[in-house]
Structure formats: structure tokens, C-alpha cells
């Protein structure tokens, strides 16, 4: 295994402390439990968004704490939920009055160690699960995963609570947001887990994953390689058949990076996904290209879907000042 | 050689239309031959910043163009220069009156054609050449080649200019950063050219390579794989015998991912950069951690650092709304 890291059980300590002096001006880290909030101060009274899971995906979570979106996030361990003393600590730290919504993405482990935070905590809370990886069934036992839609969910409901909105209308607005998006992965190579020391599983030359979640788990099949077009019609198919998007439709369309897959390349699958929606008559009138949600070192890609109405469009373009989302700010 | 493509062929134009595509409201993507200008209106008169190089090291320079920064990019194929007529046509389409400050890496390729294509326009204009790459000599024979530290003189003269600078002004400040700017990379495994096929060179498992290039080039000393703070450790001396930094200087402290490392890692490196230069009593009041100047799917890094006066540390600060850096706008 070859990775810039001097002891395994440090790496995450050093890196949070990297994290959170190359970006002071916008974040603050907060140790034993280690959690991440604003270090510029949200206004008076407002809902407070905190998110988390496990580390291993950055830039989510902790890269999206700050005006207009996350007020704080929790980073567990490598792939690992975070506590729930770090959950409690967070709301302790940031609520004001006006409650907290939790966003979850839904793993056994975070949705059990954030039901146990709430319980304990002393203020109004609402949670919005997020569950947008469609390459899982419905009827699955323990439902779809949260994958990359979760950082949309952030952006809209955090622009939302900034502006002034209720907990009540926040949750519901992270469910529409949920709801209306749908993800789909695929992997060229998997990652390593650094405690590991080798990749979760192995591919050959001429296969590739389909349907991965962001933790080095297989995914739905192992398919031969092909062209980045049949890649591309494979998951939007899947995607199309899971939101059923109308003609004349506003949508975001999100290209992610799992880790070691160049921009070039997501340049050209955003192409490809881009006309695949057009030619049904989508109008892809947002969107965002990147390493956003992450698994380690994986190369490979997943693909985001957001049908959009307006109230959605105007919170995404609000404004946003994190270490990792910027812009209008 | 597992890569998202359709055709090696048409990577580069398929990659650049979903470039476009997604970042329509700040870029526009002009062809035959291409390149990327901005799609808002830059002030009407201003010195007209253009840069460019081979492609595969995205975001630079294409994501860099728009408002404080560049006014065009010129994208050459993976990793060879752009051509004459790219750089004329990008001059015929945004210079205005007050004259072209071509930013150009120093390579031989590069240096040749941004020659040939000032010797053919018909406006005043200065040529700023970077060569932060610390790993060779300084009287190496065809100079040291011209890296991360690039978008930092994009970013400090694109300020100035958008400010109104004038061209001999801004040649003098972009010179200035270049001079204040060393880096020098590592990497872990080399990267794969589409045209080739496999890694330009090979690493055993426990060898990593000192002193990269960003074009798949080996450096210039194969090691062993040591910790993270014995490889930053030997970096941060050549850049600071290099640079020989006073006590209370101030300093930008910039982390470049080549590809395929981890931000968890790119952090980590910071927070030990960090450190060697504080201890120094260099104050590292500016910082960059992320994907900025890549090599393809290269997994390694490179530390950048840039001594700032008050000045440069006004221009950096400065609004910038492109698609890869994006601040205060």
C-alpha cells in the first residue's frame, strides 16, 4: 500500500488538523470528539444543519461546513459512523433555539448512532435520510445507501435554513430534495482501505463494477469494460426509470469523482449524460462536476440527478461559502 | 488501460464540450481550433491575461478562466503544447486595446509556440515564464519546467489586470510571484497516457519518485516509500533552500494533488508542511489544498509555497469566479 501517511491510527487526527488550518477562516475544529462547525458565526436564530459519517469521502462532509450549508459535521473513522457523543457535542455546540436537522445518509451504523443523539439531545430535531443510490432496489432489506446526492440535499436545505426557514419546512424540503434525486456508481478500480493495506475487491483488466457504493463494496454486477457512452446509457437508464422525468423537466445533473478519476474524463461523461437527458427533452439547467463525494483512492464515477422546481433552484444559487462549495459569496 | 472513453481520438473535444457544457454561465468553448474564453463580459479595457498548455492537467488552465483570472486558455492534446494559431485566435478574440500577457510554462514546446504566436499578433504584449519546479538545477540546461505554482501567478496578475494594471506592470508582478514561488513534487505511481497505454514508468511497491514533472516524466531520484513526514520533509528543504525565507515572512502554503490522492492525504501533507515552515517563523497566512495542477490520474503531490507582500496578498484575496476557483465574487 502506498499512501502519504505516517501511522495509520493518526491519520485522520492529521488530517483534520490540516483541514482545519488551511481553512480557519471558514471552519473550526473541535477535538475529543472531533467535529467540524463555522468558525464565522450563523445568524442569531436560525436551523441548524449537521451531518456526518464516515471519514474517507472528502470533501464531504466537513468540506461543506459554512455559510449556507452545513453548520457542522462529524467525521468517524475511515468508512466507519461517527459516535454519538460526537452528534450530541455538535448540537451542543451550534443550536440556537431553532432545532436541528440531522442529515443522514442511511447505513445501519449512522442512522442507529443518530437516532441514539437525538434521543439524547434536549431541543426540537427532524432527520432527512438519505437513500438516492439507485442501484439497489426499493424493496431492498436496509434500503438504498446515501450516496452523492447527499451534498445536494445539504445545499438546498442549508441555503433554506439560512434563509430563515422553519425545522419543520427544512425537513421537508430535504425529503422533497431526496426524493427528487437519484445516483447511480460504477468503478474501474477499486479503493484501499489504508487499515487494510489492499483493495476491497479485485477487478481485471477488462471489468469494471457497476452500481458501487462509496465504501469499497461491490457493487450490483461485474460487467466487461466498454465505451464511456455505453457506461453512461447504463446508469442514466437506471437513473430515468427511478425519477420517470417528464419533457420540459429543470434538472441538476451531478458528475462525481470517487477519488483517482481525472477531470478530463468527468468532463466527457458529463457530456455524455448531458445529451442522454436533453434528447429526452430534460432541461440540465444546473450542475456540478468533481471529487465531491469521495471513496478514498477509487477511480471511478457516479452519476446525480436532481429534478429541480423553482424553490430548489433559487436555494441552490444561493450564495455558499465552504471549504470545498463556493460561489455568489 | 481502463479509462472512461469513447475514443482516444475524440477524448480531448468530447471532454471540452462537457467542460462547456457545465460551466456555460462562466466559460465559452470555441473550436477549430480550441478555446475557452470567458462567457461574461470582461471590463472593457483591461491587459488580457492567456495561458495555456498541454491538456491532462485540468483544472489548470481551462478552469481557471473567468472573472480576476485568465481571459482564455488554449488547450493543446494531453500533455503537447497548443499551437500558434490557438494563441493568436485567442488574443484576436479578447484583447482590447491594452495589450496580451501571455502566462506560459516553461517547456520547450510551449515557449516555441507562444514565441511564434507573439511574433504574429498585432498588439503590445509581455510573456510571463514559470519555472517553480525546484527539483532541477537552476542552470538546467532548458531551465526548470514551470508547475503548480503556475496558477498562482494566474491568480495574482489576473487580479491586478481585472484591477486595472497596466502591461508592463503586470509582466513585472507576474515575474515577481514567479520568483517568490518554488514546488517540487512527488508521486507514488505514475500516470497513464491514453495513447500509450500503460504508466510512463514504473515504481515497485516500495519505491516512490522524488521530483515530478506533471507530464509523466521521471524525477529526479527514485527512493524508498517512506512516512509522509520524512518525504514533506525533504521537499520543504529544497523549496526552502531555495526560496530562503526570513523569519516573519509571509507565505501561501499551496498542496497539489496530481490525481489520485486523497484530499484526506493532501491534508495531512499540509498540516506537516505547515509545520516545518512555522517553525521557521514563516507565517502561512494563505492557503490551497485540492486538484488544482494534475497529471492525468498521477497519485502523488506537490508542495507549492509563494512568499507574499501585501500586495500579492491583496490580489490573492481578490474576487475570482471561475470554474475551479472561486471566491469573495
Known sequence: MKK????IDT???ESLQGFAKAHADIIQLHTQPNIVTRSTAAP????VLISGGGSGH??????FVGIGMLDAACPGQIFTSPTPDQMMAAAEL????EGVLFIVKNYAGDVMNFEIASEMI??????VLIDDDVSLPKNHSTGRRGVAGTLIVEKITGAAAENGMNLSDCKILGDKVNQMTASMGV????????ALGKPTFELADDEIEMGVGIHGERGHETIKLSSASEIVEQIANAINEDLKPQKGQKALLHINGLGSTPLMELHLIYNIAAQFWEKRGIDICRSLVGNYTTSLDMTGCSITLTLLDEEMIKFWDAPVNTANLRWNC
Chains 1, 2 share one sequence.
Open 11 to 13: 491519520l485522520l487526527d
Open 187 to 194: 468503478a474501474l478500480n477499486c479503493c484501499t482501505v489504508p
Open 94 to 97: 451550534t443550536e440556537n433555539g
Open 58 to 63: 472528502e470533501p464531504l462532509h466537513t468540506g
Open 122 to 127: 434536549d431541543c426540537p430535531f427532524e432527520t
Open 44 to 47: 442569531a436564530s436560525k436551523v
Open 4 to 7: 502519504f501517511i505516517n501511522d
